[in-house]
C-alpha cells in the first residue's frame, strides 16, 4: 500500500515592515539635535576658541622685529621649571588641602543642619551660603585684611602676632578661601543629604548598627559621587582663584593664577605671553588629570545609588 507523502510549503515571510513599525527602529534624533545647537555654539565660541588660542600661544612664538611666527617647545619646557614650577605646585597643594577641608566641614555644617529641627534653619543658613560662596576678589581680601591682617582688629585684640600668626602665608590664604569653600559645599551636599532616608537608619539600628557603622557602611558610601563631585568643585574653584590671593598676597605667595598675570602684564620680563599660554595649558592639564581620576571613582561609587 503506497504511503502517502505529505508536502509541507515554506512559510510565506511576512510584509517587510514599514520604517514606523520597524522592531527595535532608532527614534530621530533631528530634533534633539537642533535643540542642542545654542548650546553647542556657546561651547564652542566661550570654550573651544580660547582653548585653541591658549595652545597655539604655547606653542609658537612671534619675533617681534620681523613678525614670524614658529613652533617651539620653549615655553612649554620653561613653564614647568623654576619659579613657575613652584608655583604650579604652592597652587597644587594649597587647592588640594582647602578642597580636602572644605568637604570635610561642609558636609559637617549641612547634616548638622539637615538634622535640625529649627524652623527657619536651613533657610537661613543655605540664603547665607548662597551668598559668601559669591563672595571673593578685593572685597573679600579687604575684609580679612581688616580682620585678621597685621593691623587687623581680631588680630589685635587676640594678640595673634604673639602667637606666630600671619594672614600673609599658605595658612592664612587658606583660610580666606574655606570662607567660601565651605559655603560652596553646603550648597552642594545638602540635597545628597536629604536623600538619605531614615527608613536606611532605622533599618540599621534594628541590626545593631552603630551610627558609625551606619555612616561608614551605608552613608558615606552612598554620598560617595556627591562628595566626589564636591571636592573637584572646589578645587577647581580654589585652583583657579586670582582676584582675592592678587589683592591680598600679590607676589608674596608662589601661585600660577598669580605667574600668568605677572608674565602677561610684562612686571618681570616683556614678552612672555607664551609662556603665560603654556602655564595656562598646565593648569589645564592638571584639572584634566583630576577629572581622570574622578570619573571612575564616581562610577564607582555610584553603584550604590542603583
Not at 524652623?119 to 575684609?143: E, I
Not at 539600628?205 to 561608614?216: I, V
Request: aromatic share 8%.
Amino acid at each position: 500500500m503506497p504511503t502517502a507523502v505529505t508536502t509541507v510549503s515554506p512559510p510565506v515571510p511576512d510584509a517587510a515592515p514599514t520604517a514606523s513599525g520597524r522592531a527595535g527602529a532608532r527614534p530621530r534624533r533631528g530634533p534633539a539635535t537642533l535643540a542642542a545647537l545654542p548650546l553647542l555654539a556657546f561651547v564652542t565660541v566661550f570654550f573651544g576658541l580660547p582653548m585653541i588660542a591658549v595652545l597655539v600661544g604655547a606653542v609658537t612664538v612671534t619675533d617681534r622685529a620681523t613678525g614670524t611666527t614658529t613652533l617651539t617647545a620653549d615655553n612649554l619646557t620653561r613653564s614647568v621649571q623654576g619659579a613657575y614650577l613652584d608655583a604650579l605646585t604652592s597652587s597644587i597643594k594649597l587647592s588640594l588641602v582647602t578642597a580636602a577641608l572644605g568637604v570635610v566641614l561642609g558636609t559637617l555644617l549641612a547634616q548638622a543642619v539637615v538634622a535640625s529641627r529649627l524652623p527657619g534653619l536651613r533657610n537661613l543658613v543655605v540664603t547665607a551660603s548662597g551668598v559668601l560662596a559669591n563672595f571673593g576678589g578685593v572685597p573679600l581680601a579687604f575684609a580679612f585684611i581688616a580682620t585678621l591682617g597685621i593691623s587687623g582688629v581680631m588680630t589685635e585684640l587676640l594678640h595673634l602676632t604673639e602667637a606666630g600668626w600671619s594672614l600673609y602665608t599658605p595658612a592664612g590664604l587658606a583660610v580666606v578661601y574655606l570662607y567660601f569653600l565651605i559655603p560652596l559645599m553646603v550648597l552642594v551636599i545638602s540635597p545628597a543629604l536629604d536623600g538619605l532616608r531614615p527608613q536606611w537608619r532605622e533599618a540599621a539600628a534594628n541590626c545593631g548598627a552603630t551610627g558609625w557603622q551606619f555612616w561608614r557602611l551605608i552613608g558615606l558610601p552612598v554620598l560617595g559621587p556627591s562628595l566626589l563631585g564636591g571636592f573637584v568643585l572646589l578645587f577647581g574653584t580654589a585652583f583657579a582663584a586670582y582676584a582675592t590671593a592678587a589683592a591680598m598676597v600679590g607676589s608674596v605667595l608662589p601661585l600660577v593664577t598669580l605667574q600668568i598675570a605677572d608674565a602677561l602684564s610684562g612686571n618681570v620680563l616683556i614678552g612672555q605671553e607664551g609662556v603665560a599660554s603654556a602655564l595656562a595649558l598646565d593648569m589645564v592639564v592638571v584639572a584634566g588629570l583630576v577629572m581622570a581620576i574622578y570619573l571612575p571613582l564616581q562610577r564607582r561609587s555610584a553603584r550604590w545609588l542603583r
